[in-house]
């Protein structure tokens, strides 16, 4: 069936996303210790992964900030006061349905605009949502975050909501720079909502970076069949242990891939030999925890003035706050 109030925009390529790939993969697999960015975790297959890690027992961040959601969202439009919803990162599009209906009920909301690299799941997320709500114009767009921040799309006053934590996975360098961008982006009168993790037990954090029937531990892998598969690699993902641990001193989740014996892997399209020693780690991820104060004194050195905090008593919390005008 054909869906009428549905664009789709691309700023992102294929070619552009395998460009920025070679780049990557080149720098984090030459330097010490070796990396690789978190953007490679989200093909298709990695997107579902992740939709099964939102709903293991372990994985507490996705139903506490659902239940915020569930709470609060009718207080969040009315404060927002938003015609148009914009979201950074936004997967499946699943717990803004909540967030739709939400600013629906307020008899203002026009359009949502969500933005996210990994386009086949983007597309899927937009044509959905634009068929459950056909009152509400979706214009999705294939962007990177980190790149097209000045390109988002208008609204006389726009909601963006960057959730499930994703703030998280920035190093502190990509996350000042990152909300610097936006409060740039935005005029006075739109808002941001931003969905973080607090920092908690250390038991509870590894264990939702760990879960028990390894499907964290496929995920993480599945980054190796990204570059196999876009790079002409030939990583054996066996040959990698998933290992997540929290760093107290930087107050992250520490992610990564750790090889279990001494081999060498070609990447084909950089016409490079990766060695890997026995126990070495490719680092592939971090995932920051905040204290409420901290998240908050982040975004007002960005330019950002906390209107509302929900949950900063409990696992997770949600802030809305607005360009200091
Ligand atoms: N917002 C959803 C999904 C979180 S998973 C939720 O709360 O459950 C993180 C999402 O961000 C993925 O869909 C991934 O493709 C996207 N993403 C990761 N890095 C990105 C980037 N640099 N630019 C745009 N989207 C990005
Ligand atoms: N934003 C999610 C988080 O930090 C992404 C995520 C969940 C993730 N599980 C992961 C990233 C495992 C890497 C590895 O919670």
């Given at each position: 069936m054909p869906t009428t109030g549905l664009t789709v925009e691309v700023l992102l390529t294929p070619e552009d996303l395998r460009e920025s790939l070679l780049a990557d993969a080149r720098r984090g697999l030459t330097a010490r210790p070796k990396s690789l960015s978190?953007?490679?975790?989200?093909?298709e297959h990695g997107s579902a992964l992740f939709d099964e890690i939102t709903r293991l027992?372990?994985?507490y961040l996705t139903r506490a900030e659902r239940g915020l959601l569930e709470a609060h969202a009718a207080e969040i439009a009315a404060a927002a006061g938003a015609d148009t919803l914009v979201e950074l990162?936004?997967?499946?599009s699943d717990k803004t349905r909540l967030l739709l209906d939400a600013m629906t009920a307020t008899g203002r909301l026009h359009r949502y605009a969500p933005l996210d690299v990994s386009e086949d799941t983007l597309r899927a997320a937009a044509a959905a949502v634009a068929r459950e709500y056909p009152a509400v114009e979706v214009h999705a767009v294939v962007a990177d975050f980190h790149r097209h921040l000045d390109a988002l799309p208008g609204g006389r006053r726009r909601l963006v909501a960057f959730l499930?934590?994703?703030?998280?996975?920035?190093t502190p360098e990509q996350r000042r720079r990152f909300l610097f961008d936006l409060d740039c982006a935005l005029t006075c009168d739109d808002r941001l909502l931003l969905g973080v993790d607090l920092v908690k037990d250390p038991g509870r954090l590894v264990a939702a970076y760990d879960d028990a029937r390894g499907v964290t531990a496929a995920f993480n892998r599945n980054a190796l069949s990204v570059l196999n598969r876009m790079l002409d690699a030939s990583f054996d993902p066996g040959m990698f242990e998933h290992v997540a641990e929290w760093n107290a001193d930087d107050q992250w989740m520490d992610i990564r891939l750790r090889a279990t014996t001494e081999h060498v892997v070609k990447v084909g399209a950089l016409d490079l030999d990766v060695r890997f020693q026995r126990g070495e780690d490719l680092h592939t991820e971090i995932s920051a925890k905040f204290t409420p104060e901290r998240i908050v004194d982040e975004l007002a050195y960005a330019g950002f003035v906390s209107e509302g905090t929900w949950g900063?008593?409990?696992?997770f919390m949600l802030v809305l706050a607005r360009p200091y005008c």
């Open positions: 978190p953007v490679w975790f989200y093909d027992p372990e994985y990162g936004s997967g499946t499930g934590s994703t703030i998280g996975n920035l900063g008593g409990g696992d």
